[in-house]
């Protein structure tokens, strides 16, 4: 964890010489000493990876690190903070001196920290800088856990693949399956591997063990001697090269079976691959692995096979089937079996080794009793077998990875994560390390994709982009991100089964505070010097109208060093003051009754503001203006000032996200001339207030705006009439890709121009944003358009010719309730995936299911059709 404390810290030195350049414009030469001292420590912990032999000696440095940078940061802040809170300008100047003077004292802690490094490197230089050979330390012996036997659940799973494998073709196939730690892959491939109908389709067949610490020699003597082990000896004084060949020659012209199990990387797989022939006889090479980068890279055309979780029917079989063989479960034992093989949480490994607990324990309704309420802690022991297992994936993490994959263990359990939020915090966090020529968000994106590859956190949503929306994590998963994000210091969750002393408090940098554990938060916070504290999160499953006066006291300025403050989850009567306090801050989430105060521009490096006003009228103070850092906007529809007419003014120049926001009329030209950079922009309008020509006129410049959401604010039952400049093709920019429009009550003409926008992927049109009962749907629009959803309407008539939305993959009907009929050349549109209707009538879902048979009829295997709630 080394690597994101001195990521951190670099990255504060960053945002002061963006930001704040004035601070050491005498002299930044501290500023640039130390960043490369924290430039080469960052380098030799990505550079060494898991190839140190002596893994203690390099925990015990890296723990040295972390307790050094952290300490130099901590300092670095205190400067910080006594900068922007003088208030004199000879104040001011004296708190720029110390931290020179800290700079300086921090540079030469680092010298001695990098001569330790230094000498470290040069002790281990036979494997900081491994000659390139194909050979590495010690592999795995193979399944740590009855595997044979372990077969209630897969048996879809079994017939899909072993037809894949038996099928009569010609050319070599690689068949991939992936899934996390436990879910039973290598039980699967086993079995497939041992099935006699695949037995006998090949000549020869091998399995090989690889993981993560492959050794190639070894791979290619598995596949020289798997069925005659003690043939080895005859292969020992051959060469790499020579084996290779061996291999090659024992396969060619024979229909080969070869599974290579529990890969981590490509390396391996491409190395011992050149050594098999395609002789173009139906000859197989079946794969597993954790990692989804891995199977598509090994590929050659068939897509990888996601094994899913057991659901709680065939948990149950399967815990049954362990624990009483052919014999029947005991009455009595059922019930609470059926609760205990539920609380594993579909992971296969899990329900075994809790099945093999429940081999050793009387067969009793208290002692099963038990085992559930161990089952259903989050501090319990019975899934140590398991976690041992999962860790494998934590610890052969990427350093860069690490940060990112422990913060899933800060959310609540079983909760559905906004991705948007999660790469929020991720970048306030300062964990992520700077790429040229790429923002913050983007490797956060590519670190969560990573994550996903793994098998590590799972997607629950995408967008249409393909881009992940919500995500989640198994129990299991979040359980070891608990455990190896206390043993880091990383966070400290509070909660009435994790209590928490002053003295725990004080070496955190993290702090989630669960709404069940209020009390041991003030016993803990009262004696507690908070200024290590970088992060603070209450989080609950929804937002509360419930207003608990002890959460006044949940922020305070004690909080010193405080970066991350969500508490949106809280109604707050009235801004928290001390949040302008907190001169750190770069992510804050909370709620308001009052107007957000001007002293909020105190915060100079805040990126990210959410908050969610609920009084009437509120307004956004004219000082947000001055926020430089700003990149997300959220201010929950409040009255937008437009900026002060300063001639120095950059206003908002970083700002991305700008979310939901009212305006005057006048204002829209100067409020958007000030956010050149804006990709997401959502307005509310007001009828007969701000709804006018020049807030379109003023959208045209805006080149960089990829998402555009015009909300029109009034009841959808109220007879109000409006027409938005057309064509609307001319007003929108050309660089839109996603598009919502919300009672805007335009006609359905008014889509022909819509379509005519190049760049359009999505479009959302909501509460009777058009209205009429005749929607004719021409030739030769929405060429890129990938989802179309429509949500309350009184369309009646639809009609669509073969060439209407050529790319559509997603197709999402609510509340359609007079619609007559779906196009039915909306089913011949290729690319089309989904169609999905939520509340429409009976005749559109009606009309749904044939365009689906007919599809169906002809090969159409794709299509998915889905209906709730119909006859509306």
Known sequence: MAHAVVTSLMTTLEQVLQFNPTLVSENREPVDSLYGKLSFLQAFFEDMGNRINDQEVLTFLEKKIRNAVDKAEDSVDLCLRRIHVADTDNNQNAACRKLYDELQQITEVMDCIQEEVMKFKNDNQDIVDPPPTIHLPLRSSGPVLDEENTFVGIEDDFNIIRDQLIRKERWLNIVSIVGMGGI?????????????????????????????????????????????????????????????????????????????????????????????????????????????????????????????????????????????????????????GKQIAKQCQGLPLSVVVIAGLLSNINRTYDDWKKVAEDVNTDVGSISEQCLAILALSYNYLPCNLKACFLYMGIFLKNAEIPVDKLIRIWVAEGFLKTIIHKESEEVAEECLEDLVGRSLIMVSRRRASGKIRTCRIHDLLRLLCLREGKAENFFHVISKYFEVSPEEMEIQRRLCLHPDALQNWYLGMEKANLDSVHTMLYLRESHTSKFDHQCYDIVNSHFQNLRVLDIESIPFSKFPSAIPQLVHLRYVACNTGTEVPASISNLWNLQTFIVHPFGSQLSLPLEIWNMLSLRHLYPGGMYMPPPPKAQNLLGLENLETLDSISVANSSWKEIFAAIPKVKKLVVCLHPGRNVTSELFDCLIPQVNLQKLRLHLDISPYENFSIRLPTPLWDVVPIFVKSLTLVGTRLLWEDMTTLGKLPNLEVLRLKCFAFQGSNWNLNEGGFRKLKLLQINRTNLVHWEASSDSLPRLEFLILKYCCKLEEIPTEIGDVPTLKLMELHDCSQAAATSAEEILQEQQSLGNEVLVVRAYNTGG
């Open 184 to 336: 039973g892959k290598t039980t699967l491939a086993r079995r497939i591997f041992n099935d006699s109908i695949v037995f006998s389709r090949f000549d020869v067949s091998s399995w090989v063990t690889v993981s993560q610490e492959y050794n190639a020699r070894e791979m290619l003597l598995d596949v020289l001697t798997f069925r005659s082990p003690g043939t080895k000896a005859m292969y020992s004084n051959m060469s790499d090269d020579q084996l290779l060949e061996q291999v090659h020659r024992k396969l060619k012209c024979k229909r080969y079976l070869i599974v290579l199990d529990d890969i981590w990387c490509i390396e391996p797989f491409d190395l011992v691959r050149r050594s098999f022939p395609d002789d173009e006889n139906g000859s197989q090479i079946m794969i597993t692995t954790r990692l989804l980068e891995v199977a598509d890279c090994a590929s050659n055309g068939f897509p990888p096979y996601h094994m899913t979780f057991l659901n709680s029917e065939v948990s149950w079989n399967l815990l049954s089937d362990k624990v009483f063989g052919k014999e029947d479960c005991p009455p009595q034992l059922e019930e609470i």
